[in-house]
């Protein structure tokens, strides 16, 4: 099992490096919510609020995925590019990061969030920065259960291309099949919760309008779908005998 390779301290000593991968965590997470984010503001502002159309859920779609690839290829050599805390914590159960690193990682991300957010809101003059919502008819549970599994196929992708030690040199690849399966699942559950995989992605929208409704299932489910990804790729895919990944590769 995986829970024997956990490790509390931090993977550098110098404390420069050790805040170097929190950084680059910082830089992609704001990257990757102000395409998000700012793709559904622009939706409004075209619309003039409107209700949101097929055209409008494939726009989604894109900006995030194709914010996301970006996100993960410009992190991915300094800190393994995760810039989601359910990653990070995926990667946690497995042993690919320590208890410290992965709060500095989440420190940087909910930090990328929140800028982007407040950039957005000054760049839009005013404009609302929407927090995720569940649609009309879709309760708490159904919502739940959305996020766990699109979180676990998230996760599960991120483990499979970008920290399986037996990935080989996919180069591109990594990043462009965890956009596309974000894109995916968008189109899947975009029009039921707003389709998170990522408290981060959730927090930043949500501090700056202070609208906490709902918020927990958007932490509860992509951890519990990113947690049980980490484990079931860890230890079924991984060899018992493999040494954890430095956290610069993961």
Not at 71 to 81: E, L, M, Q, R, Y
Not at 232 to 249: C, G, K, R
Request: some cysteine.
């Amino acid at each position: 099992m995986p829970f024997n390779r956990i490790s509390i301290r931090p993977s550098e000593d110098s404390p420069l490096a050790i805040f170097k991968a929190p950084l680059a965590e910082f830089i992609s997470t704001l990257i990757f919510v102000f395409a998000g984010e700012g793709s559904g503001m622009a939706f409004n502002k075209l619309t003039d609020n409107g209700s949101t159309t097929p055209a409008g859920l494939i726009a989604a779609a894109l900006a995030h995925g194709f914010g996301l690839f970006v996100g993960v290829a410009v992190g991915a050599n300094i800190s393994g590019g995760h810039v989601n805390p359910a990653v990070t914590f995926g990667a946690f159960v497995g042993g690919h990061i320590s208890l410290v690193d992965g709060i500095l990682y989440w420190i940087g991300q909910l930090l990328g969030s929140t800028v982007a957010c407040l950039l957005l809101k000054f760049a839009t003059n005013g404009m609302t920065t929407s927090a995720f919502a569940l649609s009309s008819g879709v309760t708490v549970w159904n919502a739940f259960v959305f996020e766990i599994v699109m979180t676990f196929a998230l996760v599960y992708t991120v483990y499979a291309t970008a920290i399986d030690p037996k990935k080989g040199s996919v180069g591109v690849i990594a990043p462009l099949a965890i956009g596309l399966v974000l894109a995916a699942n968008i189109l899947a559950g975009g029009a039921f919760d707003g389709a998170s995989l990522n408290p981060a992605m959730s927090f930043g929208p949500a501090l700056v309008s202070w609208d906490w409704t709902n918020h927990w299932i958007y932490w509860a489910g992509p951890l519990i779908g990113g947690g049980i990804a980490g484990l079931v790729y860890e230890t079924l895919f991984i060899s018992q005998s493999y040494e954890p990944i430095p956290v610069s590769e993961a």
